[in-house]
């Protein structure tokens, strides 16, 4: 890998941040993940193979596992601290992960869509304008998203 770490992050910045701010809606959040996004890029580019994949694909895996992190993050600790303030009954947090490993199996676009609709608490209407799509087209989504998701969790 010859490219200079400026330069990655010249080439990267603006594309990595338009993601990330499609993605979230608080601005400093945003923020600070493009920054942990460029540090695990450049803390890791030693493992960057340009035979499986081109850097721009490597650097947007990066960006989206980071999204997928913190939201899974931002998911366990508001129903924790914020919802219960006491730890969980252990019941509670198998589901939760169940939940996540089950949230991990759908398409990216289906994740996004639950995770607008349910932790962000949009409408399917405004997740649809939020996404491009048309309503009834996030309605399908959803309901494939959900049965997708009650198969995997076994209920």
């Given at each position: 890998?010859?490219?200079?770490?400026?330069?990655?992050?010249?080439?990267?910045?603006?594309?990595?941040?338009?993601?990330?701010?499609g993605?979230?809606?608080?601005?400093?959040?945003?923020?600070?993940?493009?920054?942990?996004?460029?540090?695990?890029?450049?803390?890791?580019?030693?493992?960057?193979?340009?035979?499986?994949?081109?850097?721009?694909?490597?650097?947007?895996?990066?960006t989206?596992?980071?999204?997928t992190?913190?939201?899974?993050?931002?998911?366990?600790?508001?129903?924790?601290?914020?919802?219960?303030?006491?730890?969980?009954?252990?019941?509670?947090?198998?589901?939760?992960?169940?939940?996540?490993?089950?949230?991990?199996?759908?398409?990216?676009?289906?994740?996004?869509?639950?995770?607008?609709?349910?932790?962000?608490?949009?409408?399917?209407?405004?997740?649809?304008?939020?996404?491009?799509?048309?309503?009834?087209?996030?309605?399908?989504?959803?309901?494939?998203?959900?049965?997708?998701?009650?198969?995997?969790?076994?209920?």
């Amino acid at each position: 890998m010859t490219m200079a770490a400026e330069d990655i992050y010249i080439s990267y910045h603006d594309k990595v941040s338009a993601y990330i701010r499609g993605k979230l809606d608080n601005h400093h959040d945003a923020e600070d993940l493009v920054s942990q996004v460029f540090e695990k890029v450049y803390g890791k580019i030693h493992t960057f193979d340009e035979s499986k994949a081109s850097l721009s694909t490597w650097i947007y895996t990066i960006t989206r596992n980071t999204v997928t992190d913190y939201y899974r993050t931002r998911r366990i600790h508001t129903s924790y601290d914020e919802v219960y303030e006491l730890p969980a009954p252990e019941k509670d947090r198998d589901m939760l992960d169940t939940l996540a490993d089950a949230l991990m199996i759908l398409k990216e676009r289906e994740r996004d869509l639950i995770l607008l609709h349910y932790y962000k608490g949009l409408t399917l209407k405004e997740v649809a304008d939020k996404m491009g799509m048309s309503y009834i087209n996030a309605k399908v989504i959803h309901k494939n998203a959900l049965t997708c998701l009650r198969q995997a969790m076994g209920t």
